[in-house]
Each structure stands twice: as structure tokens, then as C-alpha cells.
């Protein structure tokens, strides 16, 4: 398996454009996970999926922000409009249950908004 | 709600001496994974070892092992005979079973010195 891949690497986008962040997760897993990574507030969990299913959202941080995940093998995390204040690597990661197992991670996507 | 204290900011270790990289942990759940993931500059997350709460045994992996504390709620990594590749960054991570909710801690910026 070629493991979790996120798409794009980078992102450089302007204030107040929308910004599509995607993942595809290592096949058969039914966790995903989204995670963003900054120096100031570490790496935080975002949202994160059960067989497709948004179980856990409290992390978002606020209506700009949304993720879906249509089927098992693609998820997407949207941010509309963005701000510069989102600039962050954001990861994608995926497991299976039960919870001994760990999560894989992608490679991450460097956002910065400018 | 679960949450993960990694309280040493940064850390340095003699090359070949071995180093404890702190965690504690809070959870009411008594079923619960405890995991150490590495990330080197390049970025990536690179999963180490992992620990269960009805483990008996602490864990070990190669030169990694789980100093595993359940009634003072630590779970610290262990890094024997450092080299310098071990330098990166350290989390600390728990996912309870009701949920599989997967949070990590601040993390740890191990350096290693020749």
C-alpha cells in the first residue's frame, strides 16, 4: 500500500479564498483523522471520521472549516474563506480499529495563506 | 475528556547515553492505547511504540521502551544508546477505547549531541 496521501504538499493562497486540503487513507482503515500543526498550539485534532461517518468535530475551529468524507477511500477538509491565522501544516491519518492499532499518517500539506 | 502532558519542552542527550522523554496522561476510561510517535525535520510522523492499559509488560521496540506507570498515569519513552538521528521532535499520544479518539500531547524537541 502506498500509505495515506495528501494532496497538496503546498498551498499558497490569498486571504478570503477557498482552500480544498484532500486524503486518501490506506485501504480498509475505518478511522480518519485530520489534524492541524502549528508552533504555537501543537498538533491538534480537528475531526475525525468512523467508516465514513463525522463522529467528533469539537475540534474545528469554527464555521469557516468543514470536512467530509464521501466514501472510504477520500476524505477533504475545507476552509472558506481563509485567513492568514490558518496557515499550518495540516495531516491526514488513518487507522483501524480497535485502538491498539496505530495511525498512519501522510505527509502533511503545508498551508499558507498570505 | 482525555489529555496528554508532555512537560519538558526540549531536551539533550549525549550521543550512546540514553534519555526519558516525560508523559503523563488523563483519562476515566479503563481501556485506553498509549503511543510515542517521532517527528524528524523533515516532517513526517514516524509511530515508535505503543503501550495498552491492560499491558502488563512495558513495552519495547529495539532501542525504544515504554517506562509504562498506570496508577501515576505516565508513560514515559525511553531512548537507549542515542544517536544522532534520534534528534526530532517527540509526542505522546493516547486513544481511548470508547471513541478512538486519538490526542497527542505538546511534544518534546529531543537534540542529540556528539
Known amino acids: 500500500d502506498a500509505g495515506v496521501i495528501q494532496s497538496p504538499r503546498h498551498e499558497v493562497t490569498e486571504m478570503g479564498q477557498e482552500v480544498t486540503l484532500r486524503c486518501k487513507p490506506i485501504s480498509g482503515h475505518d478511522y480518519l483523522f485530520w489534524y492541524r500543526q502549528t508552533m504555537m498550539r501543537g498538533l491538534e485534532l480537528l475531526i475525525y471520521f468512523n467508516n465514513n461517518v463525522p463522529i467528533d468535530d469539537s475540534g474545528m475551529p469554527e464555521d469557516r472549516f468543514s470536512a467530509k468524507m464521501p466514501n472510504a477511500s477520500f476524505s477533504t477538509l475545507k476552509i472558506q474563506p481563509s485567513e492568514p491565522r490558518d496557515s499550518a501544516v495540516y495531516f491526514c491519518a488513518s487507522s483501524l480499529t480497535p485502538g491498539s492499532t496505530e495511525a498512519f499518517f501522510g505527509q502533511g500539506t503545508r498551508l499558507t495563506v498570505v | 475528556a482525555q489529555k496528554i502532558t508532555q512537560t519538558q519542552p526540549g531536551m539533550f542527550v549525549q550521543e550512546k547515553e540514553a534519555v526519558t522523554l516525560d508523559c503523563t496522561y488523563d483519562?476515566?476510561?479503563?481501556?485506553?492505547?498509549l503511543f510515542w510517535y517521532k517527528q524528524p525535520s523533515s516532517g513526517e510522523m514516524i509511530f515508535l511504540i505503543y503501550q495498552g492499559s491492560y499491558d502488563e509488560q512495558n513495552a519495547t521496540e529495539g532501542r525504544y521502551s515504554l517506562n509504562f506507570q498506570k496508577a501515576r498515569k505516565s508513560a514515559n519513552l525511553v531512548i537507549s544508546a542515542s544517536q544522532l538521528g534520534d534528534s526530532a521532535m517527540y509526542f505522546c499520544?493516547?486513544?481511548?477505547?470508547?471513541?478512538?479518539?486519538?490526542?497527542f500531547g505538546a511534544g518534546t524537541i529531543l537534540r542529540v549531541k556528539s
Open positions: 499520544a493516547m486513544r481511548e477505547e470508547y471513541g478512538n479518539k486519538l490526542v
Open positions: 483519562t476515566s476510561d479503563q481501556s485506553y492505547g
